[in-house]
């Protein structure tokens, strides 16, 4: 089945504590992004990637960081998570960037920093 | 830059009744143009998208919108509704021309009573 996968599902941590969100899609895609949604802001772009070892900020990035190292994988990585970054988180991926492709989207990280 | 306004927050409707959850958008050029869906608990899911050619689009689950290109607007509609329709919706612009992002809408809660 045609899927994008996310680690975990919901985490409680506390600031300070380097955590790392995984993420996985099995649809041979090029582009891979993160997102965090916040009630009345939608979705906000973090950081995405068009192929890899290419990675580019987002519109939000600040307290992120991301690697791709491997095609399928795109981890999201928070060295020092603070308050302010309780959210929920998505992955997405699509065939290619600044194309007519749909992404898909994984099922979310529910995160909260105390 | 490239912005969604979803003027509703919330649209209520009975069942049966039609259906429309607006959307107006701002983007150099011409504009590639998604709706998704968000379940409860779930990831967004695609529904129908904005190419070129017809301006009514077909999409998944009986859903439709018309892409206006003197209005910026990109509606999205359904001739019947169904409590299962209950969902947070999402519009989101992509320019065309080179890499650009997508960009999403706030969300609308779409609620359809029985």
């Known amino acids: 089945e045609a899927q994008v996968t996310q680690n975990p599902r919901y985490l409680i941590t506390v600031t300070g504590k380097k955590l790392t969100v995984t993420c996985s899609q099995n649809m041979n895609h090029e582009y891979m992004s993160w997102y965090r949604q916040d009630p009345g802001l939608g979705l906000r772009q973090i950081y995405y990637?068009?192929?890899?070892?290419?990675?580019d900020k987002g519109d939000v990035p600040e307290g992120y960081k991301v690697s791709r190292k491997e095609k399928r994988n795109f981890p999201l990585i928070l060295e020092s998570p603070s308050p302010n970054q309780t959210s929920l988180y998505f992955c997405?991926?699509?065939?290619?960037?600044?194309?007519?492709?749909?992404?898909?989207f994984g099922p979310g990280t529910r995160l909260t920093v105390t | 830059a490239q912005s969604v306004a979803q003027p509703e927050d919330q649209v209520n409707v009975a069942e049966g009744n039609p259906l429309t959850v607006k959307c107006t958008y701002s983007?150099?050029?011409?504009?590639?143009l998604f709706w998704y869906v968000q379940y409860p608990n779930r990831g967004l899911q695609f529904l129908l998208k904005y190419i070129t050619g017809d301006n009514l689009v077909k999409g998944s689950y009986g859903f439709e919108a018309e892409f206006n290109k003197s209005q910026t607007s990109f509606h999205l509609k359904k001739p019947s509704a169904l409590v299962s329709d209950s969902a947070l919706y999402f519009c989101?612009?992509?320019?065309?021309?080179?890499?650009?992002?997508?960009?999403f809408g706030k969300g609308t809660m779409l609620l359809v009573s029985p």
């Open positions: 990637s068009m192929n890899v070892e290419v990675t």
């Open positions: 983007v150099s050029g011409n504009p590639y």
């Open positions: 989101a612009v992509r320019a065309r021309s080179g890499y650009s992002t997508l960009t």
């Open positions: 997405a991926s699509s065939f290619t960037s600044g194309s007519s492709y749909e992404q898909y």
